[in-house]
């Protein structure tokens, strides 16, 4: 990635100026209670790409994606130790809200979750409204068609913008909530295994998407699926977990292409090849 | 190239970025106020005890001449003697409405949950459901102008001519029928549905498997029960029956409307010789009460809910041991 | 769970379902009416063929009767389940008298003060005939309505308090069991606390119809409480977490995200609670007292409600005594009224307000 191609992002979304979100995590550790479920995480995530957090079934990968956007504070008792940084200002900072920081770093979850009160439109100005911005009716339906749009979900869902958004399939609940997430205009995108409950043609329909928001998004994604993460991202990162009570840590990192085809570590080797996991 | 995320924010948000604490006092009113809605629970309950226990103690530290029937002329029992009866009166109609109710109760449970056709048990839960909510002073005056006089009419000397050997059942059978067996079918009456509600809940919760796995090997539907939804629902039931037995304590109208009271103990069914229970000769006394007598009052009330706490947390103890 | 059919040896399992022929149902209905008519022959021989007693006396008989029968046909385990299928369902039908019976008589008496009068007129300078319940309906809206007031709001935000906030502290533990003691407060302790708290204020023998509505409120409140909990626990933590990941703060997320998904469950409860505490008779007695006359005053001044006319109908009937009873039936049928009405607006609600999607 370099410059040249976010050009294009920051006078799409008109954020004013030129913003790179490049995140920077060092030393990072998360515990749950006294447990620690990751150790001396540091990582560099490249803006405007997709990159792809894969590793065994509780090697603390979901953890990690979550303290991106300080997500994980949900979950009584856990802390985090270290920094994450978006371009050298640390989200764990004493000033900063995680609130707003939530509102920079989107996320997308593993089940669908549209509101079940809220019509589809509803659903999509539903971080707007009730981040209590007033919206006159031609904002709102802009903000909608464009969100909609982005998230490849207009054409299907244009004539009943007001049915409740629980009708919809799997695959389309979760577009929904891809364009809840960017109607908030997010600089980051953050998902956590977004297509484990969808049927392979869903999970096409937002692989596809992953690749179209790109370009304005910077996007980090955990997923369980090699060959997800093999079509859809450009840096991965493997994590790994030495056994029950251990933290999981960050083995590898490298281009998706070197991580498949010629990975340093044994373990990450081991893992692609599905020897393990 | 701006290289602060509080900057953009601000820039969006069009606020410096104190906003953000704009939000966090909303959430630290809004947690506040759930928090001291929290406290006034506490508040009240020890409120309660409270303002129960100061308003008691003239009562219990007055001289016992002054307390009870006859204490205004200083010819009282004392506080003791005066509660006993009440106690016990109190103790033996729930135990009696709980002696009709429990068996009932999960018949009725049982026939809702694997008797009667699905569609009618669904009628059938909220019937009971509907049951529960009917008002305390509805089923007094039922019982009052219907079951007593039926019952001393038909089924009291039918007992007392051939059953009259057992104590229960022997002495004069009191015409009106405003005797201790009326309260304690009332009572049992009131608190059938709940008792029926609670049991009838987990019978249903039975898993199904253990059900199948029962009928498979041959058994037939009551083995069934036997073997897998009574084991399993006996710690439902026991609560259950606990939630009534301090609903039956606790009961005031009914037994204020139709008991004929008197201050003696006394196991006889269907005399006019009843002792009191305690709400019931609180609801009685305390309108025409004042002075010490109000104190006193007050305080067989916290008894009855002493009595009553004990028995709720018992009942709690039973249903935590429950298979989780 | 283990499952013992150790008792259940192969043999009596095959033997009753291939070498004995199952009762038919013209076996049973046989069996039925001779039972009726060994009932009507013994209770004649006792004195009077009255029905009661020969539908009581048949019953038993067929209960026997189908016990012996079957377990001579069908096997020994057969009969017994035949037997416990008689008692359960027989349990059942017994059952149902009683509770025909007091809607049944509430209905009957009840109608013969059901009329405009009953519902324009207050019982003020009436002793005998006539009179109405208008100061005991609005004094019931009046206590109910405070009661109300005061609960929901409390009892909605101690159950967001322990969902919400305090997971497993110390203080939600200790709510919850007070929510629990609260739950068995007999009704006449809580009115006799609302008396003694007015005391304080008023003196004693102050009688107000906030000092009523304080009484109900100790009593709803846990219900309130305990509904609300169990309706935002059914909430999926997804919402929550969706909600959160846009940057909303949390009581937003609660107030317009996790509040309006179990709005349904919630008015439910509420109304089912209101349901519960209009009828109470007992706390009122002590705490409002009993009044002739309309008061729309609850800070000073007895008032009354539906369960306390419909108590005084038959203790302080008046004379002739009759028109007491029946204004006190009268109230009684407004109550059951109510309260049916009461249970179908919850049912409606929870049908209505019931999100799409969730499960």
Not at chain 2, 63 to 70: K, Q, R, V
């Given at each position: 990635m370099t410059n040249n191609d976010t050009d294009q992002r920051t006078t799409s979304t008109g954020a004013g100026s030129f913003v790179e979100h490049r995140i920077t995590v060092r030393d990072l550790n998360i515990f749950y209670g006294k447990f620690r479920a990751i150790a001396d995480v540091d990582m560099d995530i490249e803006p405007q790409s997709v990159t792809a957090l894969i590793g065994p079934s509780g090697c603390g990968k979901s953890t990690f994606l979550r303290s991106l956007n300080r997500m994980h504070e949900v979950i009584d008792g856990a802390t985090v130790e270290g920094s994450v940084q978006i371009n050298g200002v640390d989200l764990y900072g004493p000033r900063v809200d995680p609130v707003l920081v939530r509102r920079k770093i989107g996320m997308v979850f593993q089940r669908p979750n549209p509101f079940p009160t809220m019509s589809i439109a509803e659903n999509v100005l539903a971080g707007k409204r009730l981040n209590q911005r007033r919206l006159k009716k031609n904002e709102a339906d802009e903000v909608v068609e464009a969100a909609l749009r982005d998230s490849n979900l207009w054409e299907e869902v244009k004539d009943r913008l007001d049915a409740p958004g629980g009708g919809l399939s799997g695959g389309q609940q979760q577009r929904l909530c891809i364009a809840r997430a960017i109607a908030v205009e997010p600089e980051v995108l953050l998902m956590d295994e977004p297509c484990s409950a969808l049927d392979p043609i869903s999970t096409l329909a937002v692989e596809q998407l992953m690749l179209e928001l790109k370009e304005k998004y910077t996007i980090v994604i955990v997923t369980h699926n090699m060959q997800q993460a093999a079509r859809v991202s450009e840096r991965t990162a493997f994590f790994n977990i030495e056994g029950t009570g251990k933290p999981g840590r960050l083995i590898e990192m490298d281009d998706t292409a070197v991580i498949f085809s010629n990975p340093i570590q044994q373990a990450t080797q081991d893992y692609v090849t599905g020897r393990f996991g | 190239m701006s290289t602060d995320i509080t900057d953009d924010i601000n820039r969006d948000t069009g606020d410096d970025f104190a906003s953000g604490q704009v939000n966090r006092v909303g959430d630290r009113v809004f947690s506040g106020m759930s928090r001291g809605a929290g406290l006034v629970i506490l508040v009240t309950l020890a409120g309660v005890a409270l303002f129960l226990i100061w308003r008691a103690l003239p009562a219990l530290t007055a001289?016992?001449?002054?307390?009870?029937?006859?204490g205004s002329e200083g010819n009282g029992s004392g506080f003791l003697p005066y509660v006993g009866t009440l106690v016990f009166g109190t103790v033996w109609a729930s135990v009696i409405a709980l002696s009709i109710a429990v068996p009932f109760g999960i018949a009725i449970a049982l026939f809702i949950s694997h008797y009667a056709p699905r569609r009618l048990s669904r009628t059938l839960g909220y019937v009971i459901d509907l049951l529960a909510a009917i008002p305390s002073v509805v089923y007094g005056l039922w019982g009052i102008f219907v079951l007593a006089p039926a019952m001393a009419k038909h089924v009291y000397p039918w007992f007392n001519d051939h059953l009259g050997f057992i104590p229960f059942f022997s002495g004069k059978v009191l015409a009106s029928g405003r005797s201790m067996a009326t309260v304690g079918l009332v009572l049992a009456v009131m608190i059938l549905p709940i008792i029926t509600a609670i049991s009838r809940e987990v019978f249903l919760q039975t898993p199904r498997l253990n059900e199948e796995a029962a009928l498979a090997l041959g058994a037939t539907r009551w083995e069934m029960i036997r073997i897998a939804v009574l084991p399993y629902g006996r710690s439902g039931v026991i609560s259950g029956a606990m939630l009534g037995l301090g609903r039956a304590l606790g009961e005031t109208m009914a037994v204020a409307l139709i008991l004929a009271p008197a201050n003696v103990y006394s196991f006889k069914l269907f005399t006019s010789q009843n002792p009191n229970t305690i709400a019931a000769n609180i609801a009685l006394q305390f309108p025409e009460s004042t002075g010490l007598e109000v104190n006193t009052l007050i305080a067989t009330g916290l008894v009855l809910f002493a009595i009553t706490l004990f028995v709720n947390v018992m009942s709690r103890r039973v249903s935590r041991g429950r298979v989780a | 769970m283990s499952v013992s059919v150790a008792h259940l040896t192969s043999d009596e399992m095959v033997a009753h379902h291939f070498d004995s022929p199952p009762l038919a149902r013209r076996a049973t209905a046989a069996i039925a009416g001779a039972s009726m008519v060994i009932a009507v022959v013994l209770s004649a021989l006792m004195g009077g063929v009255a029905p009661a007693r020969v539908l009581a006396i048949g019953a038993v008989v067929y209960a026997l009767s189908i016990y012996v029968v079957s377990r001579r046909v069908e096997g020994r385990r057969r009969g017994f389940d035949r037997l416990v299928t008689t008692l359960v369902t027989g349990a059942f039908l017994l059952v149902t008298i009683p509770l025909v019976s007091v809607i049944w008589t509430t209905i009957d008496r009840g109608s013969a003060r059901f009329d405009s009068a009953f519902f324009t007129e207050t019982m003020r300078g009436v002793v005998g005939a006539g009179g109405g319940a208008k100061h005991a309906i609005i004094g019931t809206l009046i206590i109910t309505g405070l009661a109300a007031l005061m609960s929901v709001p409390i009892g909605i935000l101690v159950a967001i308090y322990l969902v919400e906030y305090g997971r497993r502290n110390r203080l939600s533990s200790m709510i919850t069991t007070m929510v629990d003691v609260m739950t068995g407060i007999p009704s006449i302790v809580a009115g006799l606390f609302a008396y003694s708290l007015f005391a304080v204020f008023q003196g004693p023998g102050a009688r107000s119809g906030l000092a009523g509505a304080v009484a109900l409120t100790v009593l709803m409140t846990p219900v309130v409480v305990r509904a609300t909990e169990e309706m935002l626990r059914l909430v999926p933590n997804d919402l929550r977490e969706a909600a959160f990941a846009l940057g909303v703060p949390k009581w937003k997320t609660i107030v317009k995200v996790v509040l309006p998904t179990a709005i349904g469950g919630i008015l439910t409860g509420i109304t089912l609670a209101i349901a519960r505490v209009i009828g109470e008779t007992a706390p009122l007695l002590i705490a409002c007292g009993l009044a002739q006359d309309t008061n729309l005053n609850p800070l000073s001044g007895r008032m009354t409600t539906l369960p306390v006319m419909s108590y005084y109908g038959y203790v302080a009937p008046g004379f002739p005594p009759e028109a007491g009873y029946d204004r006190g039936w009268a109230a009684a049928l407004v109550l059951i009224i109510i309260v049916l009405a009461l249970f179908t607006v919850a049912r409606v609600i929870a049908k209505v307000l019931q999100p799409k999607g969730l499960r």
């Open positions: - | 001289d016992p001449s002054e307390i009870g029937p006859g | -």
